[in-house]
């Protein structure tokens, strides 16, 4: 049953790739050469600055937090950063007065949406930490 799903994902992998493929063929060249570059540029950046940061961060957390609220802590830390990485288009400042370039960008306090999804992680944070506690306790 397994290799059953395992095949079926790989071959609608495989028509989505190509798929995909064949759209971009279609783009004019230009376009196709941007697609490159930021593809290689998302690489370059991922491989040469997030990913260290993220060993570094990880590492300084490991050696500073208690053994137990590392994972807890960390597994926030990530959370955090792919809600601001996913806020960022609607938070990127821009000049006064000029709406956002996407028009499908709808006008919400997304900077207040932001921030208690980013409070909630915490939370849950904070009520795993406790409840470790009262359950560690001779």
Same mark, same amino acid.
Do not use: E, S
């Given at each position: 049953m397994v290799r059953i799903i395992r095949a079926t $994902?790989?071959?609608t992998g @495989? %028509?989505? %790739? +190509?798929?995909g493929l064949m759209l971009i063929w279609s783009f004019s060249s230009s376009d196709q050469v941007s697609i490159v570059l930021w593809l290689a540029a998302g690489? /370059? +950046?991922?491989?040469?600055v997030f990913a260290p940061l993220c060993l570094l961060v990880a590492a300084i957390t490991r050696r500073a937090l208690p053994p137990g609220w @590392? =994972?807890?802590v960390l597994l926030a830390l990530a959370?955090?950063?792919?809600? #601001?990485? $996913?806020?960022?288009? #609607? /938070?990127?400042p821009r000049p006064a007065g000029e709406r956002p370039d996407?028009? =499908?960008i709808l006008d919400r306090p997304f900077g207040w949406?932001?921030? +208690? &999804?980013?409070?909630?992680?915490? &939370? #849950? #944070?904070? %009520?795993v930490l406790l409840v470790r506690a009262r359950t560690r306790r001779p």
């Open positions: $994902l790989a071959l @495989c %028509v989505l %790739v +190509i798929r690489l /370059l +950046i991922h491989d040469l @590392c =994972t807890p959370y955090t950063n792919l809600l #601001v990485l $996913l806020a960022l288009p #609607v /938070l990127a996407n028009a =499908t949406g932001l921030t +208690i &999804a980013i409070l909630l992680v915490w &939370a #849950v #944070v904070g %009520v």
